[in-house]
């Protein structure tokens, strides 16, 4: 456990909860008794959040794919894609203090019913024809900050829904990349076949699906922040918690040099070197091994349990050069493809691990506002490594470019092997 940092605008934990009927359990946790990952409320939550990632993986394929087939240029499908994610990138830490606030069950069904109107109107602009790119542009605004007000609360349930929190986080982390797989793909067969405004009624219809199951949960009480803070208060105090911890910070700080050097430009490298080569297909093999590997690694995440997670976790990621070397070493697509499956392997074991200890080390009552400072410096800088892809093809090179996403992916590994906090932090004690 990371020692708190002492710090006069740190928080009390409040004994004031939100949300929850007085006959319910006195304390937020799943109903003793129940099985350790597939109780009551994991499978209706389960249900949600599969519903919610199938969208969530078809969209970006559906809209850009729906307006290149409607005479659009590649400038408008970039345009729609930046209006999906900046709201997401630039609101998330607002919608963890948001889900403190009000709970995260609240705020993640608001998001699902959000998202569940502006799917229906994408719908309705897509099959009658858009007639002004405005409308398509501020229906993407609405998903993306839909989005943001979701995300923080869909960690920070899992502690709540299930005893096993690691198991229950590889359970997901196993859903997550079955539907990254096969939302795109269906979406790109219903695009195919003309149906873009379909794929937005299929997407509306799990929303509303995600909100059902929300809102059929049983939770106990939760806790809360004192009442009367203001928004800006609480987003302080979520950062006074977030840095006070080491281990999280750092994991943070080295996975933004990752995400910049290594993990963002790599898609758009590998396209631009593998589809000249061996075609489309190929590249769609090599990615699809990728999701194929995550499975497994979320499946192993369920029943491995190392005393020291983030440790092991670094251990798995160590696999992930493996991809860009095999690319500049010109290897052939089934050894590509086979290394692309221990990659997945990795990220799978490496993302349950992580999520596990955020998730059992941060207190409930800021677990929102930390888990949005995460995915703001985490996730958040991989649009700008995309971004920077390019130019730094043209400046160095493809090879140089792959060959600093080996280094730096080894780099990170290593760095948060060798980072004491990171290392030797323990699993948190097992709830019965």
Not at 161 to 185: F, H, K, M, W, Y
Not at 230 to 255: A, H, K, P
Request: hydrophobic fraction near 55%; charge should be positive; include cysteine.
């Amino acid at each position: 456990m990371t020692d708190r940092l002492a710090d006069e605008t740190a928080v009390e934990a409040s004994p004031q909860h939100q949300d929850r009927p007085a006959e319910e359990p006195p304390a937020a946790g799943p109903f003793p008794g129940e099985p350790a990952i597939w109780s009551r409320n994991f499978r209706y939550y389960f249900t949600a959040r599969s519903a919610g990632l199938l969208s969530w993986a078809m969209l970006p394929v559906a809209v850009s794919a729906g307006l290149l087939a409607g005479g659009y240029g590649l400038d408008t499908a970039g345009y729609a894609m930046a209006f999906l994610v900046a709201p997401f990138a630039g609101l998330v830490l607002f919608g963890g203090v948001l889900a403190d606030r009000f709970t995260a069950r609240r705020m993640m069904i608001v998001a699902d019913l959000a998202n569940l109107t502006a799917h229906l109107l994408l719908a309705l602009l897509f099959l009658n024809g858009i007639d002004h790119l405005w409308q398509l542009y501020g229906l993407l605004v609405v998903a993306g900050v839909a989005n943001a007000m979701f995300q923080p609360g869909a960690s920070s349930t899992v502690p709540l829904v299930s005893r096993d929190v690691q198991g229950a986080n590889g359970v997901l982390r196993t859903s997550e990349a079955i539907t990254g797989l096969g939302g795109p793909a269906l979406a790109g067969v219903l695009v195919g076949f003309g149906s873009t405004g379909w794929v937005m009624v299929i997407s509306a219809v799990a929303y509303g699906t995600s909100a059902f199951c929300l809102f059929t949960l049983r939770l106990g009480r939760i806790p809360a922040p004192p009442a009367g803070e203001s928004l800006w208060r609480n987003l302080v105090v979520g950062w006074y918690e977030f840095r006070s911890r080491s281990w999280l910070w750092g994991v943070i700080l080295i996975w933004m040099f990752y995400a910049i050097l290594s993990w963002g430009p790599q898609l758009s490298v590998a396209a631009g070197v593998i589809v000249p080569r061996h075609g489309a297909s190929a590249f769609g093999l090599v990615n699809a091994a990728l999701g194929a590997g995550t499975v497994a690694g979320g499946l192993l995440a369920i029943r491995y349990k190392p005393r020291r997670p983030l440790a092991a976790g670094a251990v798995a990621m160590m696999a992930y050069p493996l991809y860009p070397l095999g690319i500049v070493l010109d290897w052939p697509v089934w050894l590509l493809a086979a290394a692309q499956v221990a990659v997945g392997i990795g990220i799978g074991v490496w993302g349950v691990m992580w999520a596990t200890s955020v998730q059992t080390q941060v207190p409930g009552e800021v677990l929102n506002r930390v888990h949005a400072y995460e995915v703001a410096g985490s996730v958040g800088m991989y649009p700008i490594g995309s971004a920077l892809a390019g130019p730094a093809v043209h400046a160095f090179g493809t090879d140089k470019v792959l060959l600093v996403g080996v280094a730096v992916a080894f780099l990170t590994a290593t760095a948060l092997l060798l980072t004491r906090p990171i290392r030797t932090l323990g699993r948190a004690p097992e709830r019965t």
